[in-house]
Nanobody
Framework: VQLVESGGGLVQAGGSLRLSCAASGIMFSINLMGWYRQAAGNQREMVATISSGGRPNYADSVKGRFTISRDNAKNTVYLQMDKLKPDDTAVYYC????????WGQGTQVTVSS
């Protein structure tokens, strides 16, 4: 399984970005997809995940601001990020899990104050 992310960039506080992650390969073993992030000097943390049935799960820090969605026909997961804060600055990694765990290469999100 290969994961290719897109959509990161620089945005001012209060702005929005939309991340996309396209998966390819043997997908039948994948049931959970989502996004993690890692800020400089911090550990990687879960941002949001979504099951194959569409059930989302969010970190408390992003609830009400971020929305995860999934298009199973396109093997793509999205993260709509609204009301961004400087604390959201990090490298965002796409995640796919099931029998094995897969990671994307990461995309930088920078929120300026």
């Amino acid at each position: 399984v290969q994961l290719v992310e897109s959509g990161g960039g620089l945005v001012q506080a209060g702005g929005s970005l939309r991340l996309s992650c396209a998966a390819s390969g043997i997908m039948f073993s994948i049931n959970l997809m989502g996004w993690y992030r890692q800020a400089a000097g911090n550990q990687r943390e879960m941002v949001a995940t979504i099951s194959s049935g569409g059930r989302p799960n969010y970190a408390d820090s992003v609830k009400g601001r971020f929305t995860i969605s999934r298009d199973n026909a396109k093997n793509t997961v999205y993260l709509q990020m609204d009301k961004l804060k400087p604390d959201d600055t990090a490298v965002y990694y796409c995640y796919a899990g099931g029998s094995y765990i897969y990671w994307g290469q990461g995309t930088q999100v920078t929120v300026s104050s």
